[in-house]
């Protein structure tokens, strides 16, 4: 069985008093073919618990310990409103992730987040 995978850059961006988000971070990852935003982020997650060094968490007052916790409503299955989203494969397709949480990433798509954005 063959696993096909794609690229994906995803920026995300929070106003926060430590600091560690309110200039971005950047971060390019490899995902499986069918992924979404949710796999984006639990391997995201998976990276940065393998690699405390690189972590930026716990943030905000010791609460938030991983970007899925800080990005999605997992009751809801949808991204926080106050999440501002801008999304778009690699020839300005516009991706609805606020609508459709499950939209199955372009390969290259670029992703950015900014947290509390309301």
Known sequence: MII???KIKLTIFAPDPEKKLSNGLDYNLTIDDNGS???ALSILDK???ENPEKSIF???KGLIHSYLQLIWDAEE???YDDCAVNAYGP???FIPLHEDINFNLYPDSEIT???HAD
């Open 4 to 6: 096909k995978i794609k």
């Open 37 to 39: 935003i949710i796999d």
């Open 47 to 49: 990276i940065i618990y």
């Open 58 to 60: 716990p943030i905000y």
């Open 77 to 79: 299955n949808a991204i």
């Open 91 to 93: 020839n300005k397709e």
């Open 113 to 115: 987040i900014a947290v």
